[in-house]
């Protein structure tokens, strides 16, 4: 049957597995270490801070991998976000008292990077094998490969715990190791050599997107990404583990099983949202920001004001993050698929990596407001801010051009 297909849909097969096998030891790794520093008495900002070069990097890989994407081939960057996921997990199998935090906070720094250049190159790489007016299967594509890619990271998460369980901390990085390295030897000897690869040689100066639309895409993804991270990354575990008393397995499991649901709905969302009217456009992100930018504010109100005994806090917290992930889910979907298709198609990593920089720096920015508005003024104001930040992306959302608009550009 493979032998059949084309040689695009054999290329998309190799990077889109490229990647599901990158996310799977992504996530695994990071409930891996989670829950193994939690287990030797590490306080919770200490493993906090475990993960903040991990962030940082992001942001400087995306703004920069895009330009060495263009410049030598989006199959190396691949390649070499999967060698150096296999280096970071290598520093981590060193003796139990070598890994302090300095080492593991470098170790999740390569990690970061590693993460960044393979998703930058995977998401660069489907322009690349999708005719220029098949918009609507570029949609199709694209959201099968982030939906994806978010549901094995929720399996990852699961995975971690998992290996932890029943070979240990070591044995589940060295199989995590052993794994990848497979993958990455299959994917040199099947990644085609020039995908992605720019006809002229970029500038540096180049990173820097000159596109209007590109640069307001890439604020409202800022944006988006900063309201989510504000009280999912830090206050929503903390408030589930102290205010409502779930033990480690419920809090991990339950956003383990949130992530992947997220997933799926971003997968779907070529559905969801119509494609047989067409692929989205400008108008398509301005409403459906708009809408989620209501949820926040009523799940913060349905928390605070009175309420009966079927409706607790808790119920209207559930219920509201099942809503949010959903509409959540189709807003990143439209995203990735219109960064892709604004995107040009000569050094198309520029622009995807431009994207993507802002992205990294609004996890980065909600991550650090998460834990510092949680501890000063509860999860409440967390919600709230996550409402302010996500109008901020439907106002940048309101320049997005119009499918009209982008036909003739």
């Given at each position: ?6 040689a695009?849909?054999?290329q ?16 695994a790794?990071?409930?891996l ?26 942001v ?21 976000g999967?060698?150096?996921q ?5 520093m ?35 322009k690349?094998?999708?005719?220029a ?14 939906g ?58 180049d990173?820097?997107s ?12 800022l944006f ?17 583990s102290q ?16 992530v992947?649901a ?31 930018a ?19 806090p ?13 509409i959540?889910?189709?807003n ?30 609004g ?28 109008v901020?992306?439907a ?8 499918r ?6």
């Amino acid at each position: 049957m493979l032998a059949k297909l084309s040689a695009d849909i054999k290329q998309y097969l190799v990077v889109t597995g490229n990647y599901w096998a990158f996310t799977l030891t992504d996530g695994a790794l990071r409930m891996l270490v989670v829950l193994h520093f939690h287990g030797l008495g590490y306080s919770p900002l200490q493993i906090a801070m475990l993960f903040l070069f991990y962030e940082i990097f992001g942001v400087i890989t995306n703004l920069c991998g895009g330009w060495l994407g263009a410049r030598i081939g989006l199959n190396r960057t691949m390649n070499a976000g999967l060698l150096l996921q296999i280096l970071a997990l290598g520093m981590l199998l060193v003796p139990a008292a070598m890994l302090t935090v300095p080492w593991v906070m470098a170790a999740q720094a390569l990690s970061g990077v590693a993460k960044d250049l393979n998703k930058m190159s995977a998401k660069s790489a489907v322009k690349m094998l999708v005719p220029a007016d098949a918009q609507r299967s570029l949609y199709r594509w694209v959201a099968l490969l982030t939906g994806s890619k978010n549901a094995l990271k929720g399996v990852g998460f699961f995975l971690g715990g998992a290996l932890l369980t029943t070979i240990g901390f070591g044995g589940a990085v060295l199989a995590m190791a052993a794994g990848l390295l497979l993958v990455f030897l299959c994917s040199l000897m099947l990644l085609k050599k020039d995908l992605g690869r720019a006809s002229l040689k970029p500038k540096f100066r180049d990173i820097f997107s000159k596109s209007p639309a590109i640069n307001c895409l890439s604020a409202a993804r800022l944006f988006l990404f900063s309201a989510r991270d504000v009280w999912f990354v830090v206050a929503l575990p903390v408030y589930l583990s102290q205010t409502l008393n779930w033990d480690h397995w419920q809090t991990g499991g339950f956003l383990a099983a949130w992530v992947i649901a997220y997933g799926i709905v971003q997968a779907l969302a070529p559905r969801l949202t119509g494609i047989n009217t067409g692929a989205p456009d400008g108008r398509s992100a301005l409403r459906w920001a708009s809408l989620l930018a209501a949820i926040p504010a009523l799940i913060a109100l349905g928390m605070t004001a009175g309420y009966d005994v079927s409706l607790t806090p808790a119920s209207v917290l559930i219920v509201g993050l099942m809503v949010f992930g959903i509409i959540f889910a189709i807003n990143s979907a439209l995203h990735s698929y219109l960064i892709i298709n604004y995107a040009r198609d000569d050094g198309v990593s520029l622009d995807v990596g431009f994207y993507y920089m802002a992205n990294a720096m609004g996890r980065l920015l909600g991550t650090v407001l998460s834990g510092w508005v949680y501890q000063t003024a509860g999860l409440a104001a967390c919600l709230w801010i996550s409402s302010a930040m996500i109008v901020l992306a439907a106002l940048f959302s309101i320049r997005l051009p119009t499918r009209a608009q982008a036909a003739d550009t």
